[in-house]
């Protein structure tokens, strides 16, 4: 299959040629659903902070191989779909939801879905895996440190320090559509200090500066 015919494939038939639920798939189906670039990058930083997760457990675990790849898969790619659908469908009783429909008609696995409904706090959906929490977690938070980064003369992440995301988080009249709120409960959740958590999400899209465009 060549490039243009790539590009040329909607992420339905993507996914039916490969018959790979793997990165790729994801962000042909993201890409097709979403057109803007911010929520594209947010996508982007929420699967950095999300797969450095996965990598600590992995290690944690001691999996090495096919079966680290598919750990390592599954945290990157439930990240990068969690709001797909949210351009679309941005409404409370539409967004996870939909998306979460589409998945399902898909194939995508369970564990994905059910981690997308947890992000969302009025789903009812606990969140039960590890997975499920580190989801929650980093949304609102990875969001927050792109915030933190924009507004630096360099807008650079680069230049982000955690006291200073501290200071921030604060200030409610900053980046007020963060919910602060889910941002503390994230960090209780996965049973991490916030201070630590904030450090590991910064450090992890520090390293990933380049690709994030920050």
């Known amino acids: 299959m060549t490039d243009n015919e790539c590009t040329n494939m909607s992420a339905d038939a993507m996914i039916a040629a490969s018959q ?3 990165r790729p798939a994801a962000w042909a189906l993201l890409t097709e659903w979403t057109q803007g670039e911010s929520l594209r990058k947010h996508a982007l930083g929420v699967e950095t902070c999300v797969l450095a997760y996965g990598e600590a457990e992995a290690d944690r675990l001691g999996l090495t191989g096919a079966s680290r790849e598919e750990l390592l898969n599954l945290y990157a790619t439930t990240a990068l779909l969690h709001d797909f659908d949210y351009e679309r469908h941005p409404t409370l ?8 429909q589409e998945l399902a008609r898909l194939g995508w ?10 992000h969302a ?21 990875s969001g927050f440190l792109t915030a933190c980064a924009l507004v630096k ?18 200030d409610k009249a900053f980046a007020r559509g963060v919910n602060r709120q889910d ?5 209780e959740e996965l049973g991490v200090d916030l201070d630590a958590h904030i450090a590991f999400c910064l450090g992890a899209m520090q390293r990933r500066a380049g690709e994030l465009g920050l």
């Open 20 to 22: 790979a639920f793997d």
């Open 183 to 187: 941002v503390i409960q994230g960090a």
């Open 93 to 100: 009783d539409e967004h996870p939801f939909v998306g979460v």
């Open 153 to 170: 003369p360099s807008k650079a992440i680069a230049d982000v320090e955690p006291a200073g995301v501290r200071k921030k988080l604060r």
């Open 109 to 118: 696995p369970e564990a994905t879905r059910t981690a997308i409904l947890g």
């Open 121 to 141: 706090t009025y789903s009812g959906v606990p969140r039960a895996t590890h997975l499920d929490k580190v989801l929650f977690a980093c949304d609102e938070l």
